[in-house]
């Protein structure tokens, strides 16, 4: 039995497109601006964007870990990120006892003061530790659904390496493990890698960016190439040193899903985060930062793999693989055959949601629209009749007659 029930609107004051589906289809519940609460659906969806992105952080070597949510103030002034004048979306709070606390806006300074306890010999290292967590950011304006939130679950990995080609060598992998990711939740076609400023750390920074009417950033795009700049790099000089051509690049709306840094040395001198190379010289530690707000993705997937009857979810982060509608009738082989289904199913390790629900089957369909399970298997009265399911996949609409002896099979197949 679901804790959520589907809705005919959304919220008034939720203009975003990412929550009203997610509102409306049961995934995702409003406490208030930039604030949501994830329900079994939505934490369903959740939880295999983080088992992608973990699989691919783990390819490249990354260690998970788990970082605490409350900071300390002295750690933070090492880094000069603490003052409010700095860093202006701070969440603080002060303790019962003295002292005040902030919430992780970041992890940076919380990796360099952790991993200073553990860094001492060239031996050490590389090491690429990384966590899921959430983050807390005090947003003036808050009006993007999930995809810019106070509150937000992301992942974040930090690499920690001897030299700059060290790093640049891991920095190559993650480009690739982005990619990889992307490509897994379904929307790898429509991202692409864009050169954005690297602030005070390097050159260039590297963000992903999917192409959206919904997006927050214009970025310059050579459609041949895939590749793409940020609209605050687009200059003359950065396009030459890119060999892209002013006329080739196609000016595109696209909304940020990830993004890695370098940060040479930055972070780690201010915490004196050292090692001692073979000859026993003292060299201060190279890192770099890579992140993905995994609400932001699941978001921009609902903006790109939606249309007006609801989401499309791809197989790969679906809820559930298949939904069962069982139409309401008197004879009991109906309601018999859709529990078979749904055991076989389940004995198969295939996410199955099953709707025995007292209702019309119009709405039970619209209600799966809705919701966006890439399959949808009707047993009904009629169909038992000719021998065989009515299965319609979400994705393009088709609409298939199957006989149980083949649904399983195909069902394992659909991607």
Known sequence: MLLSKTRKEGPKDE?????????????????????????????????????????????????????????????????????????????KTKLKNGGEVGLSFTNEEAYASILKQYISSYKDLPVYPYDFKSIFRNEARSKSGILRGREFFWKALYSFSKSESEHNEFYEKTKIAYKNIFNRVGIGDLTHMTFAS?????????????????????IYLDEKSGIAVNKEVYTDEILKS??????????????????????????????????KNEKGEEKLVIMGSYGIGLGRLMGTVVEILS????????????????HIVEIASNDLKVKETAEKLYVMFSKNGIDVMYDDRDARAGEKFNDSDLIGIPVRIVVSEKGLE????????????????LKESEILDFVKEYK
Not at 63 to 90: A, C, G, L
Not at 202 to 213: D, G, N, P, W
Not at 250 to 275: C, H, M, Q, W
Not at 386 to 401: A, P, T, Y
């Open 386 to 401: 000719k021998g065989e399911f009515e299965v319609k996949l979400r994705k393009d609409g088709k609409v298939l007659n």
């Open 307 to 322: 249309d007006e009857k609801g989401i499309i979810w791809p197989v790969s982060i679906a809820p559930y693989n298949v």
């Open 242 to 275: 890119l060999n892209l051509e002013k006329d080739k690049l196609v000016e595109k709306k696209a909304i940020e899903v990830g993004n890695i840094f370098s940060l040479g040395t930055r972070f780690s001198e201010p915490f004196d985060l050292k090692y």
């Open 198 to 218: 690297g602030g005070s750390f390097s050159k260039f920074s590297h963000e992903f960016q999917a192409i959206t009417s919904a997006g927050e950033d214009i």
């Open 15 to 91: 203009v975003s497109k990412n929550a009203n589906l997610l509102i409306r289809a049961g995934y995702i519940s409003k406490e208030m601006a930039g604030v949501y609460s994830y329900l079994p659906l939505g934490l369903c969806v959740m939880k295999k964007i983080e088992e992608i992105i973990r699989e691919e952080m783990n390819q490249i070597g990354g260690i998970e870990m788990k970082t605490s949510i409350m900071q300390s103030k002295e750690v933070w002034e090492k880094s000069n990120r603490w003052d409010d004048s700095v860093v202006d979306n701070w969440f």
